[in-house]
């Protein structure tokens, strides 16, 4: 099939070829413009390209995403062609941005053919309507290592988007392909992705204790944190994306321990009743604690230290998340009765409601854009996912299931939020949009997963 190309009769779709070149190019008010040049080296072809619209609204593009084409000269014993692609293709549809054409309509066969411009027929792939085409290949070595070269395609203007290389080890293969995806997320929307990420969770086992855990966005390459076999709760990430705090009753009581991912040590840094967050310079704890029978948020230092009390009710305040300048802190609080979103000036100790709809508001999280707030609210009995701007305006319902859905955590992109939903019997982990759209679970344990958080990019 090398070379192959469909018949003139099949080939020749003006009128849908005119429409995806047109709807490539598409002008909205969410459209990324600008020339840009990459290659994969100083010898590579550099390509003219313009930017691709993707927001709210915009129709989804139609992508091909080829199997890789094996470079060397071992056999690819492990599927990687296909698996490396089946990766991207996930990724790109996890996105809610792009409509990934069914294999079963690709016309070439991709070991046959190149993987550069001039070593394919783009009218292959515009024959299926796909507007974009990501080719790449891959070659192994001795030692588990293994090189990638990826490229994304427009295949009506005939040019080259982005290419990038990649060589590491084998086993990291998924995250280079997650490190292309972000790459082209990047070009077409001015903003890195977010599949080189990983979502921390609680897991219930068999035996009921609750472990954190965490994985890539795609469910792979899971890993425990904590091996203690009783309750732990509420994750949350370092900064810098280094390490874990959460909260343990491994000592018999309630409190918040650190965890470092590259020592493996595992610290107490205070007593705690809630979860805790770390400001954006990652220098200060937020933290529900109870003193003398009162829930109150106070700030601590990297050592565990009270810095300050700040706030000072007999309501039970708790679930405190920093807003990205620092200056602000969101929390739930019932100190008017009702369980309701708060916002506190931590310069002035000044405090203001922020929710007013609903008698049961919870679990903030702010975005790290700024601009919106998502928490969780009961409606008609169930949980749902809300945002809302930090002035109070703009609430929005993004669930709206018979199920329970909570826990938001934001990626830090800010158009990506992970969430906690029993809607398929049990307790799993979901990611969406910001606006709701393209719902996907996460992870399918045999107990049940929640309290998801999102990690930094990583590094």
Excluded: C
């Amino acid at each position: 099939m090398g070379g192959m190309t469909a018949p003139p009769s099949l080939r020749r779709r003006p009128s849908r070829a005119e429409d995806a070149a047109r709807a490539f190019v598409r002008v909205t008010a969410w459209m990324v413009a600008g020339l840009m040049l990459w290659g994969l080296s100083a010898g590579a072809a550099r390509a003219q390209v313009t930017g691709l619209i993707v927001g709210p609204g915009a129709e989804r593009f139609r992508l091909a995403v080829s199997p890789l084409k094996n470079l060397g000269s071992r056999p690819d014993t492990e599927k990687i062609s296909e698996r490396i692609a089946d990766v991207m293709a996930d990724d790109l549809d996890r996105s809610g941005w792009f409509e990934i054409v069914d294999r079963s309509a690709y016309i070439e066969d991709p070991q046959k053919t190149g993987i550069r411009l001039g070593g394919f027929d783009f009218r292959d792939w515009t024959t299926i309507g796909a507007e974009g085409l990501i080719k790449g290949g891959f070659q192994t070595f001795d030692k588990g290592k293994i090189r990638f070269e990826f490229w994304l395609y427009d295949t009506f203007r005939r040019n080259q988007v982005v290419g990038k290389a990649y060589t590491g080890e084998v086993r990291d293969a998924r995250r280079m392909a997650h490190r292309f995806v972000d790459e082209i997320i990047l070009k077409l929307t001015g903003t890195r992705g977010v599949f080189d990420t990983r979502i921390a969770y609680v897991s219930t086992g068999r035996d009921r204790f609750k472990e954190i855990h965490f994985s890539h966005l795609d469910g792979t390459d899971r890993k425990r944190v904590t091996h203690n076999r009783t309750i732990n709760m509420f994750p949350w990430w370092r900064r810098d994306g280094k390490g874990l705090v959460y909260l343990s009753v491994k000592t018999g009581k309630w409190q918040v321990f650190g965890f470092d991912l590259l020592t493996k040590r595992e610290k107490v840094i205070a007593r705690g009743d809630g979860r805790g967050q770390w400001s954006p310079d990652g220098q200060h704890l937020a933290t529900p604690m109870e003193r003398r029978g009162n829930h109150d948020i106070y700030r601590l230092n990297r050592s565990g230290h009270v810095v300050e009390r700040l706030t000072h009710h007999p309501g039970i305040d708790t679930s405190p998340t920093w807003s990205p300048e620092g200056d602000r802190i969101a929390f739930s609080s019932d100190r008017h009765g009702s369980l309701q979103i708060y916002v506190l000036e931590v310069a002035t100790g000044a405090i203001r409601r922020l929710t007013f709809k609903g008698s049961y508001n919870t679990s903030p999280d702010w975005s790290p854009t700024g601009e919106l707030i998502a928490f969780t609210g009961r409606t008609n009995g169930v949980m749902n996912i809300f945002t809302i701007r930090p002035d109070g305006s703009g609430l929005r319902m993004l669930t709206a299931n018979r199920s329970n859905d909570e826990d938001p955590s934001w990626a830090p992109d800010g158009r990506f939020l992970a969430f906690t939903s029993d809607r398929s019997g049990s307790r799993r982990i979901y990611t969406m949009r910001r606006d709701g759209e393209s719902q996907r679970r996460l992870t399918g344990s045999t107990a049940g997963d929640t309290n998801p958080s999102w990690s930094p990019r990583l590094q």
